[in-house]
């Protein structure tokens, strides 16, 4: 049988260093192919190829097979199929979306460049589209602006875009990282219901191993930009040939953290309550939670739940419409005055969920861990850089890596810069606001290690907000479950999680 797409020794080079290949993939109609690996493995590189989209100074070569036919990469030819024959889901919608023009707007741009349609036809076009997504209200859901969709509906309207054009092969490139399980879930099982019902050819590219042992088919792993293994899925899940897939399948497995008694309590949040402008409904409504110095409270809860609100009014950053008590060793942060507030503002780290977003572009590794030391008016500049590299290599980090770009860094070394960053002031408090959501499977790992051995050796306590109840149980004494704005239980974590999984 013709695969309906195939790749032939594809290389892709920066001048005379090659970063990828030679690979040799195919894909068959109707079917889901998995492409795993970690950060800098390949895998975003394979989809620009395919798309004909490197960036300038990188250049591919190999040929491309669509249906039998050979197409040279990166030929006009090839750049030809993008979006009809090859369509792309980008990773992250709001990155992806227009926040200035409707959704709409933006899909039926799409529809008529793409299949010729005129105004009224695109329109038609465009609500079929999402009514097939399972969008509700979808003429309505036409004449709104991406920042007024939940998370799980600004994939969908990617989706949409995808299928604008009636593509064979559709390129999903991580298309849950961003999505907490329920939601990945139904993102998946409506790409696998859209894979049998069109005779999709789906290429997915994912960290999330369980995920991808679910719905590909087959699988193929990537490895420093080399192809190491591939084969059906399950096989290859069930009896791995390659220590490099059986490393990321252990890193799937993370034991619980060793039990020690908790210290004095640190962090008081009662009867916290949060309201935005406009909302029909407050979005966090009498919460209350202790933490104490030396332990990790994890807070979990669906997108939309209300988790990074509360972790916003711990920063002092939702500015209007908080009520309740935020207690720092006693001290009202709800209370404080400017003056005061940048002062327990030191004791308070924060690590947001993307790296590359939370790091200055155009600022030096060792200037962005040294930035909080400068701000806060600690010590001289040769003092706030030895301190710099000595946090840098607490967090695991070579010390060469302080001259370098943000962007020459992989996710998880960005986790660790951020990491590094925000025990710049050697704060009591720690608040991780989905900290390895964006991270494979082995980086992943990684950077739960590092948090459990700083809680340890420093004293830490972790606020460590999550949708992700593997990353919970590895780090986190106990767990508050939050839905709709409210704290619904907590406890230890062994037995929320347990409870949480059973209700889900």
Known sequence: MTPRLALDALQVRAGTRTLLGPVDLDLRAGECLGLVGESGSGKSLTVLSLLGLLPPGLAATGTLRLDGR???????????????????????????????????AQLCESLRALRGLDAAAA???????????????????????????????????????????APMVLLADEPTSALDPRLAGETLQLLDQLRRDLGLSVLLVSHDLPLVATYAQRVAILRRGELVERGDAAAVFAHPQHEYTRELLAAEH????????????????AALSVAYPRAPAPALRDASLQLHRGECLALVGESGSGKS????????LARSGTAGRIALDGEDLLAAGRGR????????????????????????????????????GIGDGDARQAKARALLSDVGLDPALARRWPHELSGGQRQRVAIARALATDPDLLVCDEAVSALDTHHRAGVLALLARLKRERGLALLFITHDFAAARALAERTAIIADG???????????????????
């Open 341 to 376: 507030l940048r002062a327990l503002r030191r004791r308070i780290g924060v690590v947001f969920q993307d790296p590359y977003a939370s790091l200055d572009p155009r600022m030096r590794v060792l200037d962005l861990v040294a930035e909080p030391l400068r701000i806060h």
């Open 70 to 104: 050979a197409i040279a990469i990166d030929s006009p030819e090839h750049r030809a199929l993008r979006g009809r024959a090859i369509a792309w889901m980008p990773q992250d919608p709001q990155a992806s979306l227009h926040p200035l023009r409707t959704v709409g």
């Open 123 to 165: 329109k038609r076009e465009a609500i079929a589209l999402f009514e097939r997504l399972q969008l509700p209200e979808p003429a309505a859901m036409l004449q709104r602006h991406p920042h007024q969709l939940s998370g799980g509906q600004r994939q969908r309207v990617l989706l949409a875009l995808a299928l604008a054009g």
């Open 254 to 269: 993370l034991p619980p953290p060793p039990q020690a008694a908790p210290g004095p309590l640190l962090l008081d949040i």
């Open 486 to 504: 409210r704290i619904t239980a907590c406890g230890p974590t062994a037995m929320m999680l347990a409870g949480a999984a059973r209700t889900g």
């Open 309 to 316: 609100t509360l972790g916003r009014a711990v920063l002092r």
